[in-house]
């Protein structure tokens, strides 16, 4: 288990042996909060969640450069990719992933922002165990090395949820965690960008 971060903690990411992280896995996942529903015959069916996990990758002057998600499962430079849609959040471990070679990410990115949005306009109230981790995808066994818990409810359908920041050679993780409204990755950038 990797370190479990607080709203706006921020974690180098350089390897115990002083090298720069390069393959990285961001996690996402989380779990249905809405009531069950009843279906044909009065049997019980869980409530389906469907958030989307997308990456927004911003310059230096914050204007946004490229963006991964399900409609786009690959970033322009080649260095990120999105593994696909999960419609539900059933099920453990993380619900959506996106692979991020830190190496081969553009000169031009300064800061990837993470976020998940409820296409279907569903609440947060309606989430828990909501959480997004970085995994060291270079390191055999795939060891976690960082775990921000979201425990933020209300009535927002979206979640500007972690970052990774260049600095100096490497890069930074830090954990965002603020509410936002949006259906698309596109309807959140301007919220991501406040937070560069």
Known sequence: ???????????????????ALSKTRLGLGWDSAAPVKRGLFGTKKAAEVDLDASAIFFDANGNALD????GQLASKDG?????????????EGDDEVILVNLQAVSPAVQQIVFVISSYSRQTF??????????????????????RYQLTDS??????????????????????????AQGRTVMDLIPTAARTL
């Open 154 to 179: 209300g009535n927002h359908t979206a979640m500007i949820m972690a970052k990774v920041a260049r600095e100096g050679s490497g890069w930074t993780f830090k954990a965002l965690g603020e509410r």
């Open 67 to 70: 963006q991964v998600w399900y």
């Open 79 to 91: 260095s990120s990719k999105h593994t696909g849609d999960n419609l539900t959040g059933a099920g």
């Open 125 to 146: 109230d309606q989430v828990e165990n909501a959480f997004c981790r970085l995994v060291d995808d270079s390191t055999p066994g795939s060891p976690e090395i960082a």
């Open 1 to 19: 288990m990797g370190l479990s971060l607080q709203k706006g903690q921020s974690l180098s990411l350089t390897k115990k042996d002083g090298g």
